[in-house]
């Protein structure tokens, strides 16, 4: 709980600092007096003044944060009317609101290009067995084919095959996919799909496409010492291809089998170096939390996937940073859109809850994981801001856009009721979301 409430703070503070930061570097820039900037809510722990007179500051709780700049210049903040933002042209003040989301979007394609630039190791995208009658067995795809592109874009591993195909595993469409057969020969296929519905708890799209990564064969992680699987000559890193009658069973299969033989003498055949080694063993009987006598071998096990390593140069990987951040705007731009029509469940809004518990899970996966996060949810922080509604920078922008083509600001009164309109739906849209994760956690 603790390390999940810890990962969840940095995400949001660290985001949302960005965030701020854009409106004071853009502020500065434009000659705007900023009083103060602020991290965090609750008592100030540190206070300093820089050069400039802007109060710099840091809460004891690092959740949200505000620019604070000069907007009257009556008022004994200091400054002339040249600081005051609201004496600039609309022009500069359209610049410093947007640039708060749009830092947050160049945080992402910054994060998502640090991740190419370092490399990560992913599964490679090898099929399993399509199920019969789904759009991936109806085009003919085979147990063994490797994904080396979607629609003309190479790909290299099973994360880049599933982006690939998420737009239309969701809107629908055909799919252009390369294969290459275990012989190494190039084919190439149509992939149908239909339009899925969208729901929270829906099984995974890719399967139910017929896509899923081969199922994987078990691999000896770990040696219990004295275990039944040392004394026959296990090894970490053997490779479990056959158990009895058994040939190449799952993870689950060669589990049951062995926990149903307790006390009776066994074979299994390993590759040990590339090579088949056959050993005899014979599984403990213990007990098991429900009482009952089960066989165990001693051994840890884990998926022996065919991992690649996703790694691209320089150039390469800020361009991909920034068209993975572009496809993600257009990909929950796409969201929000069936969603006011009905196509997509509103269940799918989540709010701090849902989001605190994947910042947890992505950490404990590993940095890549949890960073890979950080971008997805800098995009989020950046396309919410930027809708259209009072309260957010979007709905000041409007104002803004609004005041060009009049040639002159909207009435107080307009601006009053679209506050208030504009609080009403942010209420709305955070009572859902907290809703939907109190469902979550509950249901």
């Not at 206070?47 to 959740?63: C, K, N, Q, V």
């Not at 252009?176 to 729901?199: D, F, M, P």
């Not at 033989?261 to 590339?274: E, F, I, K, Y």
């Amino acid at each position: 709980m603790f390390f999940t409430l810890l990962a969840f703070i940095v995400a949001l503070g660290l985001l949302i600092t960005f965030h701020e930061l854009g409106h004071y570097w853009v502020a500065r820039r434009c000659g705007v007096k900023v009083l103060r900037f602020s991290v965090g809510f609750g008592r100030v722990l540190v206070r300093r003044f820089d050069r400039h007179g802007t109060e710099w500051a840091l809460s004891a709780i690092p959740l949200g944060g505000y620019v604070k700049m000069l907007d009257d210049p009556q008022r004994s903040d200091g400054g002339d009317a040249r600081q005051a933002f609201n004496q600039q042209p609309v022009g500069k003040r359209f610049a410093i609101v947007a640039a708060g989301p749009l830092a947050n979007l160049l945080l992402a394609a910054v994060l998502y290009a640090a991740l190419g630039l370092v490399g990560m190791q992913e599964p490679a995208a090898i099929l399993a067995a399509p199920a019969a009658g789904t759009p991936a067995a109806q085009a003919g795809l085979l147990e063994g084919d490797r994904i080396v592109e979607v629609n003309g874009e190479a790909v290299r591993s099973w994360g880049e095959a599933r982006w690939g195909l998420l737009d239309a595993l969701t809107s629908g469409g055909t799919v252009s996919l390369q294969v290459e057969g275990e012989g190494g020969a190039a084919r190439q296929h149509a992939l149908e799909l239909k339009a899925a519905s969208i729901e929270p708890d829906n099984a995974d799209l890719m399967a139910d496409a017929g896509l899923a990564l081969a199922t994987p064969r078990p691999m000896v992680r770990e040696v219990v010492a004295g275990g039944a699987g040392e004394q026959a000559g296990l090894r970490d890193g053997d490779v479990i291809i056959a158990a009895g009658p058994l040939s190449e069973p799952s993870a689950a299969e060669l589990v049951e089998y062995i926990q149903s033989h307790a006390g009776q003498a066994m074979a299994l055949t390993v590759l040990r170096n590339d090579a088949p080694v056959r050993v005899q063993l014979v599984p403990r009987a213990e007990t098991d939390a429900s009482g009952e006598q089960v066989g165990r071998i001693g051994v840890m096990l884990g998926a022996d996937f065919p991992m690649v390593t996703v790694r691209y140069g320089p150039f390469e990987s800020v361009w991909r940073g920034v068209a993975r951040t572009a496809d993600t705007v257009w990909f929950s731009l796409k969201m929000m859109g069936r969603m006011v029509t009905g196509d997509v469940s509103v269940r799918n809004i989540s709010g701090p809850v849902t989001i605190a518990d994947y910042a947890g899970q992505s950490a404990r996966i590993g940095l890549a994981a949890y960073i890979g996060f950080l971008a997805l949810i800098s995009v989020s922080i950046g396309v919410l801001n930027l809708l259209p509604i009072p309260m957010l920078d979007g709905g000041h922008l409007m104002y803004y856009i609004i005041e060009m083509l009049r040639g002159k600001p909207l009435p107080d009164a307009w601006l009053e009721t679209g506050q208030r309109v504009g609080l009403g739906l942010l209420a709305a849209l955070m009572g859902l979301a907290f809703f939907n994760d109190f469902s979550r956690l509950f249901g």
